[in-house]
């Protein structure tokens, strides 16, 4: 999951995200959104449908908890820890300000747990907890945090700490939360659900704070997470998060079961510096509402479909498939499938060896005329060189050509 991810990127736009939006030909006008910043995502496609100040440096408040979250999924998936596992409850988490999952020294709580109270009781104490488990200090997980950050290619966001508290310093934007909401999606399938629970509490604590804040999960029955966030200095924030019936779309790293798995298409909302808990929730739906509505999803190419088979020199093959191991989907504006038009773009000679998921053209669309998205392409098997005299005549055949 993580190598596929990771071999698709925007060119312009989204220079995190697979697939590269060029430009956003003929688009609906978005609706007024009462926020400081926004950005709609179709997760599906890969692609930006409206955004305003995305660039513009922000507090991130508790939405800091979804790179917390994706280091803690990490270690799990790479089996540094398990969700059973017990992890203890220092001083310094035990007094952590703002919202609490009221754990404390005396307790040994699972990882499991601990996940739950960091996002669904959002508990600045269980996520200092993960952090202190996950990295042996909250200092040395405030670098892993960081360090993923340029990885994912979030290039104006810094981390003072895990869990969002304000901080000289701690700042990120509308977009770079974006790309860490979809690859958290993208990279722990198995993982994301938690985000979907309404109600969590640990045994032993009070009942207080044990509601998600993310009303939309009690509004939309098709919204899935993500994560709230408030400080005085940020307002009310919300990463939102649906997905829709829609045909013949597969979404991709989907978790077996799910709705992209059935032909579902995502959508994804940063809404930032809204004026209440009510209004995020209300500016997000507005959002993800219209995205559904004024675009369309078009898949041009099954996942593993070859886009084009060019010739291959010196290999152990003649020809090469060249596709994405993903459907490939564009969002265009509802209505205008018609106008779409693509091109393929590579340089020539191809030559062996070729190795699995390399890069070697681009599928260009475009939507009356209009530049659209490029869209990698990459070998769908390596090709291993031939023998000595296959080299020397495909030598020869090209040097004459």
């Known amino acids: 999951m993580m190598l596929i991810s990771r071999l698709f990127s925007l060119v312009s736009l989204w220079a995190a995200l697979s697939g590269a939006v060029i430009a956003q030909p003929l ?43 994706y280091l803690v999924f990490d270690s799990l998936r790479l089996r540094k820890i398990s969700l059973t596992q017990t992890f203890g409850v220092s001083e310094r988490a035990w007094r952590m300000p703002g919202s609490r999952m009221f754990i404390d020294p005396k307790m040994k709580v699972p990882v499991q747990d601990l996940i739950q109270g960091m996002i669904v009781q959002s508990g600045n104490d269980a996520t200092v907890a993960l952090a202190e488990g996950v990295a042996g200090s909250v200092e040395r997980f405030v670098q892993l945090m960081n360090d993923q950050a340029r990885v994912l ?22 977009r770079d939360l974006g790309t860490l909401a979809v690859r958290l999606i993208r990279d722990f399938p198995d993982y994301v659900g938690y985000y979907a629970v309404k109600k969590y509490r640990y045994p ?10 993310n ?15 408030y400080t005085q200095a940020a307002g009310y924030c919300l990463i939102a998060t649906a997905s829709r019936n829609y045909p013949n779309l597969v979404f991709a790293g989907a978790k077996a079961g799910s709705t992209e798995a059935a032909g579902g298409r995502r959508l994804l909302s940063v809404v930032l510096g809204a004026d209440s808990e009510n209004a995020r929730a209300n500016e997000s739906q507005k959002l993800l509402n219209w995205g559904f509505t004024a675009f369309e999803a078009v898949k041009l190419f099954d996942a593993n479909q070859a886009v ?27 209505g205008s499938a018609t106008k779409l038009k693509t091109e393929v773009v590579r340089k020539d000679p191809i030559v062996a060896p070729v190795a699995k998921w390399q890069q070697l053209a681009t599928l260009k ?37």
């Open 153 to 174: 290619g979030m290039t104006s966001t810094s981390f003072k700490n895990p869990e969002g508290m304000t901080e000289a310093g701690h700042t990120t934007t509308a």
């Open 215 to 229: 009303l939309l999960l009690f509004r939309d029955p098709t919204v899935d997470g993500l994560k709230t966030g």
């Open 308 to 334: 084009v088979t060019p010739a291959v020199w010196k290999g152990n093959t003649s020809t090469l498939k060249l596709g994405q191991p993903h459907s490939i989907v564009v969002a265009v504006p509802s």
């Open 204 to 213: 032993g604590t009070p009942a207080a704070n044990d509601t998600n804040r």
């Open 27 to 69: 688009l609906p006008q978005p609706p007024e959104i009462a926020a400081r910043s926004y950005l709609l995502l179709d997760v599906t496609a890969n692609q930006i449908l409206s955004g305003k100040d995305i660039d513009s440096p922000v507090e991130p408040a508790s939405l800091t908890k979804l790179m917390t979250a």
């Open 365 to 401: 669309v475009s939507l009356s005329e209009r530049p659209l998205a490029e869209i990698p392409l990459l070998s769908l098997d390596a090709v291993s060189e031939a023998g000595v005299f296959g080299r020397a005549w495909d030598g020869l055949r090209l040097w004459i050509k």
